[in-house]
């Protein structure tokens, strides 16, 4: 169980290692801010806190801010960020799902201000709704989100936190049925139409400014999201043609050069098994159910393989060998967004598509499933 303080404040212990720091007594510092000695003793074991008039007085006496006085920390540092995020998804899977929630709404009431981790604990709810028990609370989580990544893009300054809320917004509300929402927040923002040279502008200037290994990475890190928002529209151009198997197949085809090319099935496995998923309902609804299986098995594959111990954090290989540390430099880290039994439920759901229905009564499908449930 996480334990979150319910008074973050510090003032008793800050009050005491501030003034044996300064090798007083409680007497010398009563007198100097004008009260007993008694006063400050009730303070120091946070019996009374003092009058909002005198925490600057006492902040003054110390040379501290008052923020600091009071041990408010407003903003968290990255690895904190982290942290807090892999303690709460291994807490989803271990603990019952309406204390981690209350736990993780604590989180975002204290640290309102901090808006890479509100967009972290957004995410952290998006990742893990599919844990709640009902269909309205799964909305609600959902609708949540939806607030605190709008709260972020009002408040935020930062352009790539409030454009990261914008995605997880129009994510959250197209999963709630707002589709003409989403369609006005991204039709802009992503308008095909616009100049989009910004990559190469910039990986000039820094090669002009002698930073070889900053466009180096950068270069390598865009190559990376590229090829993953290749194969996740890929899944989507072949679900929006699902009917015109030539187009299907052709889609395919293609994408399992580029897998073959670059390796995406270990550098972009979560990216490729929902791939093989869309592949396989693709197949199995025009009654291919050899195929059908063929990717079902390439998807149990690659989930197997992201459930061992070894592969729970991205790697780089040969070729891409700055996407570990681009991970390990982000606000949720390295680490997989969910805990392995979340991961393993979730990719067992995936079977439940209404398109494997014809196909769950076959052995090859039981044995797909047991060898799921028995990954990591």
Not at 19 to 26: A, D, F, L, N, V
Not at 250 to 269: C, K, M
Not at 329 to 340: C, F, I, Q, V, Y
Request: with cysteine; net charge negative; charged share 25%.
């Amino acid at each position: 169980m996480i334990r979150i303080n319910s008074n973050p404040l510090r003032l008793p212990e800050n009050l005491i290692r501030l003034r044996r720091e300064k090798r007083i007594t409680q007497e010398e510092l009563a007198a100097f801010v004008g009260v007993t000695k008694a006063s400050v003793s009730k303070w120091e074991n946070a019996q009374s806190t003092p009058d909002i008039f005198i925490l600057p007085q006492l902040a003054a006496f110390f040379d501290v801010t008052v923020d600091e006085l009071l041990g408010y920390e407003p903003q968290l540092e990255k690895k904190q960020i982290q942290k807090i995020y892999q303690e709460l998804a291994a807490a989803f899977a271990a603990e019952p799902f309406e204390e981690v929630m209350e736990q993780s709404r604590q989180y975002v009431k204290r640290y309102y201000s901090c808006y890479p981790f509100l967009l972290s604990m957004a995410a952290l709810w998006v990742n893990h709704t599919m844990l709640a028990k009902t269909q309205e609370e799964q909305q609600e989580i959902l609708a949540q989100v939806s607030d605190l990544c709008s709260h972020i893009m009002e408040q935020c300054k930062e352009v790539g936190t409030s454009s990261d809320a914008m995605m997880l917004r129009a994510f959250s509300d197209l999963q709630l049925g707002r589709h003409a929402e989403v369609i006005e927040t991204l039709e802009e923002a992503l308008d095909p139409y616009r100049m989009t040279q910004e990559d190469s502008v910039l990986i000039q200037a820094y090669q002009m400014t002698g930073q070889t290994q900053r466009a180096d990475a950068f270069t390598q890190i865009r190559m990376y999201q590229y090829l993953g928002g290749l194969v996740t529209d890929a899944a989507c151009y072949i679900g929006l043609h699902r009917d015109d198997l030539t187009i299907c197949q052709e889609t395919i085809r293609r994408i399992d050069a580029v897998n073959e090319a670059y390796g995406l099935s270990a550098i972009h496995a979560n990216v490729m098994a929902q791939f093989e998923l869309q592949a396989a309902s693709v197949y199995a609804m025009n009654d291919m159910e050899e195929p059908a299986f063929e990717r079902l098995y390439r998807y149990g594959r690659i989930l197997c393989w992201m459930l061992s111990d070894d592969h729970l954090t991205r790697h780089d290989d040969a070729y891409f060998n700055c996407i570990s540390s681009w991970y390990d430099s982000s606000d949720l880290g390295n680490r997989a967004p969910r805990d392995k039994s979340v991961i393993r439920a979730s990719a067992l759901g995936g079977l439940s598509h209404p398109a494997f229905a014809g196909l769950a009564d076959r052995p090859e499908f039981e044995k797909l499933r047991r060898m799921i449930e028995k990954a990591g």
